[in-house]
């Protein structure tokens, strides 16, 4: 993808980079978010919000803050928001930001420079939890975190939709699978790219903040979401299939409720053991509910796309 109209000649110039939001119903973050992405230093940015269906005035909030916006085509969802980031990006670096996600200054530059002096395709950055007035919020921080922490990690087996700069000419015609609606499209993409022989890279100085509310009613679906998506769960039937899947919904290794229950066990945490309980409890609830693995979770939309954190 090589020669795009924006791309500079200049090997001394600022890098130029085209930063995408999936946003749906983001207005309570979008302005914050928008604003720290204009200050970033280092670099020569375009923002385009990627509104997906949203019933706020999250369109009006990001022109106001100078983004572009574009709709997301029907069906939408996440999958098909960051596909219509590829086909609208004009520059060589393309970066994602969640939209309740408000990035440090130097972010980008960070990002670029990893992805120019490593070769990698996708280069990811650390994102911080600013909310913990919540158990859920707590939880949430320790057990299932968006980035894989403050060391530099080569080649990892994924990287967070989340804050990401993607080197276009190295990713090549590659797609997010439209499928995955609110979860997992990140996961599926990166496995991809590494089968097909591109690097990975996790620099942990690309740094933004997230700032989600987390509850004890938004979190559990959150949980079974991630896990529905993924391949160890796959498609099931019978409610022997669903407890399956619910203990094998997740594959990273920061927020398997196993794992969480381990950790909380090993360290005393008795109110996060209950909480560990009572999220494979509702998490097993969902999986009955909606009886199939993978593709149930496009039924139930999230209240804000690209704040899947």
Not at 125 to 141: I, N, Y
Not at 298 to 308: K, T
């Amino acid at each position: 993808m090589a020669g795009r109209p924006t791309d500079s000649a200049d090997p001394q110039a600022p890098p130029a980079i085209t930063v995408f939001i999936p946003a749906r119903n983001a207005q309570r973050t979008l302005a914050r978010c928008l604003s720290a992405v204009t200050a970033s230093t280092g670099v020569t940015v375009r923002t385009v919000v990627i509104d997906d269906r949203s019933t706020d005035r999250t369109a009006d909030l990001a022109r106001a803050g100078g983004a572009e916006v574009i709709p997301t085509p029907p069906p939408g969802g996440l999958g098909i928001a960051r596909n219509v980031a590829l086909d609208a990006c004009q520059t060589r670096y393309l970066g994602f930001l969640n939209s309740d996600c408000y990035p440090e200054p130097d972010w980008l530059a960070q990002l670029c420079k990893a992805a120019a002096t490593t070769g990698a395709a996708i280069v990811g950055g650390r994102q911080d939890e600013l909310r913990s007035s919540t158990a859920a919020e707590r939880w949430k921080a320790l057990h299932l975190r968006q980035d894989l922490g403050n060391q530099v990690v080569e080649n990892p087996d994924y990287l967070s939709g989340g804050n990401l700069v993607l080197d276009l000419d190295q990713v090549g015609d590659l797609r997010f699978a439209a499928g995955y609606t609110i979860a997992y499209e990140d996961v599926d993409f990166c496995r991809r790219l590494r089968s097909a022989g591109r690097r990975l890279h996790y620099f942990p100085s690309g740094m933004v903040w997230h700032d989600h509310e987390e509850t004890l009613r938004t979190l559990p679906r959150k949980v079974w979401s991630y896990g529905a998506f993924s391949r160890s769960v796959g498609e099931y039937s019978s409610v022997f299939g669903a407890l399956r899947a619910a203990v094998r919904m997740h594959r990273r290794p920061h927020d398997q409720l196993r794992n969480a229950l381990r950790d909380d066990l090993r360290h005393g945490r008795v109110g996060f053991v209950a909480l560990d309980l009572f999220l494979f409890a509702a998490s097993l609830r969902l999986f009955l509910i909606n009886r199939r693995g993978q593709h149930a979770t496009a039924m139930v939309p999230p209240a804000s796309l690209g704040e899947s954190g």
